[in-house]
């Protein structure tokens, strides 16, 4: 079965600086997609990014990007000049094609520091 | 577009008692999933509907859980006999089938005294 792990309960930043959030996961497919979710406190769960596995170049979005490393199995997220709004939990997950439910991490709760 | 809905957000009810949830998907959304989370984790997969069918359901989701989407469009969950165990944060998400990315809702919060 495939398991995410991210391995960073708590990570802070101070605003406008860079943050890096780890993610490593665990499958046997060659095809799969990769996800970070974002849950503010008001708890909505929100797509930041989308990662192909059969896209060898990483995926960006904005102050958002990704560093797919698929030999090692990581899917690290990059968040540059953080802002206060980007405090939130951040969730790495999952999803093979032939599956429908998603695999989320623990999560990775991400403070900002005025 | 509205987004993912559900009612209500929060829910607090004695052990042994009966609750249902609602969840209405984005609009054009055929697929519709219902999740479990619990403080400090991730979300955790409960049942999957396509249209009107159920098509998978988690070893998660005991005879007390029941899902259904009778028309396609909402979908219910109930729980019977609540449990204390069942105390958590309840998600539906949507999503099409041309893309692999699911879109949840804000969640409906469970509490059982």
């Known amino acids: 079965a495939q398991t995410v792990t991210q391995s960073q309960p708590e990570m802070s930043v101070q605003e406008a600086e860079t943050v890096t959030l780890s993610c490593t996961y665990d499958t046997s497919e060659s095809d799969y997609y990769l996800f970070w979710y974002k849950q503010p406190p008001s708890r909505q769960m929100i797509l930041v990014i989308r990662q192909e596995a059969y896209k060898q170049q990483n995926a960006t979005e904005n102050r958002f990007s990704v560093n797919f490393q698929k030999a090692a199995k990581s899917f690290s997220l990059k968040i540059s000049d953080s802002q206060l709004g980007d405090a939130a939990m951040y969730f790495c997950?999952?999803?093979?094609?032939?599956?429908?439910?998603?695999?989320f991490g623990a999560g990775t709760r991400l403070t900002v520091k005025p | 577009d509205t987004g993912v809905s559900q009612n209500p957000r929060h829910k607090i009810t004695k052990r042994g008692q009966n609750v249902t949830f609602r969840c209405d998907p984005i609009?054009?959304?055929?697929?519709l999933y219902w999740y479990r989370q619990t403080l400090g984790q991730g979300p955790e997969f409960l049942t999957y509907f396509q249209n009107e069918a159920q098509l998978e359901k988690s070893r998660l989701l005991s005879d007390r859980f029941s899902a259904e989407r009778p028309k396609g469009s909402f979908s219910t969950l109930e729980i019977q006999r609540t449990e204390q165990g069942d105390s958590a944060m309840y998600l539906c998400?949507?999503?099409?089938?041309?893309?692999?990315?699911?879109?949840f809702g804000p969640g409906t919060r469970l509490t059982v005294t």
């Open positions: 998400a949507s999503s099409d089938p041309l893309f692999p990315e699911q879109y």
């Open positions: 609009s054009e959304h055929n697929r």
């Open positions: 997950a999952y999803r093979s094609p032939g599956n429908n439910d998603m695999r």
